[in-house]
């Protein structure tokens, strides 16, 4: 039922996933959300290289709680994806090519996405605790001042998302909604 | 007169904060496992299905059930005869800084909003007091996430709105809304005083449980209306589609000025967290 996507995930492998697509995604992913794809598109825009390699990465939307000792992390759920609307084009341009959070995205990002070949996912929103278990391992790669905010490197086996807007820019939120009602 | 020791105070803001973000309310959890059985959309029943087995690990491992551990809303409803020895914010303050350190909480408060530098330890909290008769003291900590948060709204309507126009706001709300704030969500409203009074009312909606209607049967029938106007929107768990796309309405009012008809919205999420104690 589930797709198991190997990470990285490369251009032609983001434009082979459809919205509505549940997929179980195992490797290496970054954490980025507001503060620090602020300062990432910055270095871009400023010309200097990125503190971690942005071709064919995908990046999680999640500022997690703190580890519990004997833990890899705390809890770690999306974050809602619009407020990174204005710093996801020029990542994508630069390599990005997959992106974890939950809710709506502007059309500034899908353009860009189906320009470049880029997926969009929504992970379980207030499922920290569950989707938790699924990181086995996390370390920081910098702007550690942001404390839950700070770029983390992390290792996940089967972490379980839905694609919900492709690369042609096919919408589950739409679709899903639409065919419930019809249903009816 | 009855003598409270501030430091009573802080300790049992720690301990609330800490219980309220890793033990979800019963009567949420009841309200959740009552709107699996009533939905018949696959997806949707999958996602509610996750969503019980996570509050269930949370409060099993004792970790928190999502990782947005908010902002600390804090409510003191004080007996007119307690006096309390020591300062009552700095002790508030000294509670939540505790309990976000030691419960191994998420720091998100940042000092001032446009210079945007985290303070640290998740203070100040937003605290709200109340005097009410009696010599106890009554704590209820409420932790807001702010995925939620962002999708609440307030207008302020004419009279000539009447019923029909404030129903299409919250609607409208909800809708516009959409998978942002982590449906199903709990939609609490406050309908009339002010401006800043609507907004307050809509906050302690949320933290009236999902069980229990309106005492008043007017207020209590537009609630079960908006619920069922709600969930026949199809936005559903995760905004992908299904019936349960709201948990509850929870609405509280207050007289108003003959020209206003003011309405405020607060969206919370499947995650509604709030613990009380009294002293």
Known sequence: MEKRITLPITRETARSIKAGDACLLSGVIYTARDAAHKRLVELVEKGEPLPFDIKDATIYYVGPTPAKPGRVIGSAGPTTSYRMDAYSPTLIREGETGMIGKGKRGPEVVAAMKEYGAVYFAAIGGAGALLSSCIKKAEIVCYEDLGAEAVRRLEVEDLPVVAVIDAEGNNLYEKGRKDYLSSL | ?????????????????????????????????????????????????????????????????????????????????????????????????????????????????????????????????????????????????????????????????????????????????????????????????????????????????????????????????????????????????????????????????????PVAVNINCHVTRHKSAVL
């Open chain 2, 1 to 261: 007169m009855r003598e409270i020791d501030a430091k009573a105070i802080t300790d049992t803001v720690a301990r609330l904060a800490i219980e309220a973000n890793c033990l979800l309310p019963t009567d949420v959890k009841d309200r959740i496992e009552a709107a699996r059985l009533e939905e018949n959309w696959p997806t949707a029943q999958g996602i509610l299905d996750k969503i019980i087995e996570n509050y269930g690990i949370a409060e099993r491992d004792f970790v928190p059930i999502c990782q947005d551990t908010g902002m600390c809303c804090v409510f003191l409803k004080i007996g007119q005869d307690v006096h309390i020895s020591g300062d009552l914010k700095s002790a508030v303050d000294e509670g939540v800084r505790r309990g976000y350190t030691e419960g191994y909480l998420r720091k998100s408060v940042v000092a001032d909003p446009l210079r945007r530098v985290n303070t640290g330890d998740n203070t100040p909290a937003v605290l709200y007091t109340e005097i009410v008769p009696g010599d106890k003291l009554e704590i209820t900590v409420a932790p807001k996430g702010f995925g939620s948060e962002n999708m609440s709204r307030l207008a302020m309507l004419k009279p000539s709105d009447g019923a029909e126009g404030v129903k299409r706001f919250i609607i409208n709300t909800v809708e516009e809304a959409g998978p942002n704030p982590c449906p199903p969500v709990i939609v609490g409203v406050g309908i009339g005083g002010t401006f800043d009074k609507a907004a307050l009312l809509a906050k302690k909606a949320l933290m009236r449980p999902v069980s229990e209607r309106s005492s008043d049967e007017y207020y209590a029938a537009l609630e079960a209306e908006l619920l069922e106007k709600i969930n026949s929107l199809g936005v559903g768990p995760q905004g992908f589609g299904g019936r349960t796309t709201a948990l509850a309405v929870n609405i509280e009012w207050a007289p108003t000025h003959i020209a206003g008809l």
